[in-house]
């Protein structure tokens, strides 16, 4: 991309409080206020995937952004007023697609997909404008990313959302006055117009964060249950499981005793990650850990999930093996026809089953009171 200058002016109508103004400051009469930025963004030097527009307010971020990249700089998408969520994301895409670019931003959770986006707390906007941009096959560049939302989704957020757009391989610029985000997009390149400077960057690991497993009173699942996407009720009998992160409760998980006349073994019963923290793969990780601990009582562990984007994570992971492949359950009110086995089944939804078949972990079944 060759030098570009870039001049930005606008009247000055000289009222008499301008003159007063110009008066206590001692600033130069004019008519005309004048901005001027030159730019060099050599960006046709390497591929790249992310791009990071960074600096205080008033540096002409907005301005360098919509003269370089014009028509893709994007502060917010339109969305159907009073329509669900999904049914604003372009319409040659499939639901599969849209669920998949949903959940690969941390938003996963498919009943809030069904509100309007106005309805939606500011996180979910944040996350489900991400989640357009992934919908788009070309280029597209935020403006204000991550303004509106707090540190921590911010930078959760664009941790997801560059994973997300190199999976992908598309492209995504952000423009923001934040730079505690830039350890966690992990741009390929970076722009500040404050000092006029470009620089390419090397693509490392996010922050890590401390994570910690707890067996925890089922009492906990009242602070993560309206965050469940299918059912709000846990069985009294579970073993319950938290993930920490600072002592805080992030996620969640239940284990439920599995009778079967074949091979008995334990259930995955209620898996929730708080949605600030959803994106970092927390929730993916405690269901492995559970799953190894539980294995160590010398019993099969299964799971059996519904959502889209975790079947296929789970699919792609060498710690689970699919048992059967998505396919409609027997509808609610009907019973299961394995012999000996009397139960009402879920709802007439498409599921996936699977045996986990990763490490076993005694020593934390011992910590945690498992065995």
Known sequence: MSLVNIVRETPIERTPRVQQIEGIFELTSSTVSREEWTVDLPLEEKDWNVGLIVGPSGSGKSTIAREIFGNTLMESFSWEKGKA?????????????????????????????????????????????????LSSDELVVMDEFTSVVDRVVAQIGSNAMAKAVRRKGGRFVGVSCHYDIIEWLQPDWTYEPSDNKFTWRSVRRRPEFNVT???????????????????????????????????????????????????SGWRLHRTVCLPDYQGLGIGTMLED???SVMRATGKPVYNRMSHPAIIRAKAKSPSWKMTSKPKRQIPLGRTSSIKGLSSTLARNRMTAAFKYVGKIDYESAKTLGVI
């Open 85 to 133: 969520l999904v049914d604003s994301f372009p319409a040659h895409q499939s639901i599969k697609d849209i669920s998949f670019a949903l959940s690969s931003v941390g938003f996963g959770s498919p009943p809030n997909w069904l509100r309007p986006y106005d309805v939606l707390s500011t996180g979910e906007k944040f996350r489900a404008d991400l989640a357009r941009c």
């Open 213 to 263: 497993i707890k067996r925890v009173n089922r009492s906990l699942w009242n602070k993560f249950s309206k965050y469940h996407y299918l059912n709000h009720d846990i069985n009294k009998t579970a073993k319950c499981f938290a993930a920490f992160v600072d002592d805080i409760p992030v996620a969640f998980e239940a284990v439920l005793s599995f009778p079967h006349p074949v091979s």
């Open 289 to 291: 850990k559970v799953a």
